[in-house]
């Protein structure tokens, strides 16, 4: 099995309300300086075949309308971690 | 005149959109494992959060067989409403352009809110939603509007969610399949203030192509 982290985020361009509602909270607890948040979600996951992984999120995970998503593969089968 | 109303775990307004089919015609029930809508006229998807609207508000459903047999109906010249998350499914499933997204300032918001429809009639119908950020890339809006595909806008100045362009409701090329965020349902009675969902319910009744 690979395990995998998908991250989905808003598209570039598309207003996040939520990315704004965390950047506009932050300087009340004393973090001035934090610019351009956006907030998406990320997706772990075991699959037997990691070729049909982008299938997949086109499918269901992402919507490639108004998302982009990135695969990230954790460890393939028995290599080192690609991306901790 | 069947219409047939389908019910996905997590439907919530399946009763008032029976109870408004009912009122121009027969209605019934159609459970999402159901792989056949059972010869029905019309369709309608009702409100809620189907499948708790886990991942993205209508992206499970859109996989149910029920929602399969709705498009092969759609395709078909059947036609198909879709009523909030219903919207929601149908943009997921394809079946309408676009995408729903958070409301602009983030709140739930329930009101009676103005609709202009294409004909320039104007309707008076509730809202009730978190999620009804109509959103389309700029050449895609151009194309709907190019179309004659944008049903409804919110009334100028009413607008509760940032929809692109006003948008509250865009129906399919063909014409047969329609979705909105606001409730026509929840405005079938004099009781609840408006009747003006009902002409909405006629419009669809009539739109088999």
Same mark, same amino acid.
């Given at each position: 099995?690979?395990?995998?982290? !998908?991250?989905?985020?808003?598209?570039?361009?598309?207003?996040?309300?939520?990315?704004?509602? !965390?950047?506009?909270?932050?300087?009340?607890?004393?973090?001035?300086?934090?610019?351009? !948040?956006?907030?998406?979600?990320? !997706?772990?996951?075991?699959?037997?075949?990691?070729?049909?992984?982008?299938?997949?999120?086109?499918?269901?995970?992402?919507?490639?309308?108004?998302?982009?998503?990135?695969?990230?593969?954790?460890?393939?089968?028995?290599?080192?971690?690609?991306?901790? | 005149?069947?219409?047939? @109303?389908?019910?996905?775990?997590?439907?919530?307004?399946? $009763?008032?959109?029976? #109870?408004?089919?009912?009122?121009?015609?027969?209605?019934?029930?159609?459970? #999402?494992? &159901?792989?056949?809508?059972?010869?029905?006229?019309?369709? @309608?998807?009702? =409100?809620?959060?189907?499948?708790?609207?886990?991942?993205?508000?209508?992206?499970?459903?859109?996989?149910?067989?029920?929602?399969?047999?709705?498009?092969?109906?759609?395709?078909?010249?059947?036609?198909?409403?879709?009523?909030?998350?219903?919207?929601?499914? +149908?943009?997921?499933?394809?079946?309408?352009? =676009?995408? +729903?997204?958070?409301?602009?300032?983030?709140?739930?918001?329930?009101?009676?809110?103005?609709?202009?429809?294409?004909?320039? &009639?104007?309707?008076?119908?509730? @809202? %009730?939603?978190? *999620?009804?950020?109509?959103?389309?890339?700029?050449?895609?809006?151009? *194309?709907?509007?190019? %179309?004659?595909?944008?049903?409804?806008?919110?009334?100028?100045?009413?607008?509760?969610?940032?929809?692109? $362009?006003?948008?509250?409701? @865009?129906?399919? *090329?063909?014409?047969?399949?329609?979705?909105?965020?606001? #409730?026509? &349902?929840?405005?079938?009675?004099? +009781?609840?203030?408006?009747?003006?969902?009902?002409?909405?319910? &006629?419009?669809?009744?009539?739109?088999?192509?």
């Amino acid at each position: 099995m690979t395990k995998a982290r !998908v991250l989905i985020r808003p598209k570039e361009g598309i207003l996040d309300p939520q990315g704004k509602a !965390v950047e506009r909270a932050l300087p009340a607890l004393g973090f001035e300086g934090v610019e351009h !948040v956006r907030v998406g979600r990320m !997706v772990e996951l075991e699959a037997e075949d990691p070729e049909r992984l982008a299938e997949l999120c086109e499918k269901l995970l992402a919507n490639p309308l108004i998302e982009d998503y990135e695969i990230q593969e954790i460890n393939a089968a028995s290599s080192a971690p690609t991306n901790p | 005149m069947i219409w047939g @109303v389908l019910q996905f775990p997590g439907s919530c307004d399946e $009763r008032d959109a029976l #109870h408004a089919c009912s009122l121009t015609g027969e209605a019934r029930l159609i459970w #999402h494992e &159901e792989r056949g809508l059972g010869g029905v006229d019309a369709v @309608v998807i009702p =409100g809620g959060f189907s499948y708790g609207d886990y991942l993205r508000t209508g992206a499970i459903a859109r996989f149910s067989p029920a929602m399969e047999a709705v498009a092969e109906f759609a395709a078909a010249g059947g036609p198909v409403l879709g009523i909030c998350n219903g919207f929601q499914v +149908l943009c997921e499933a394809g079946l309408l352009p =676009g995408a +729903l997204l958070l409301n602009e300032d983030l709140r739930f918001h329930c009101r009676q809110v103005d609709l202009i429809a294409a004909d320039g &009639e104007r309707l008076s119908i509730p @809202v %009730k939603h978190g *999620e009804g950020r109509f959103w389309a890339p700029e050449e895609m809006l151009d *194309e709907i509007e190019a %179309k004659g595909q944008v049903a409804y806008r919110y009334a100028p100045g009413q607008n509760p969610n940032g929809s692109a $362009r006003d948008i509250a409701g @865009v129906r399919s *090329e063909a014409g047969n399949v329609l979705g909105l965020m606001p #409730h026509p &349902e929840h405005a079938v009675d004099p +009781l609840t203030g408006s009747t003006d969902g009902l002409l909405i319910f &006629e419009a669809v009744a009539g739109a088999r192509v």
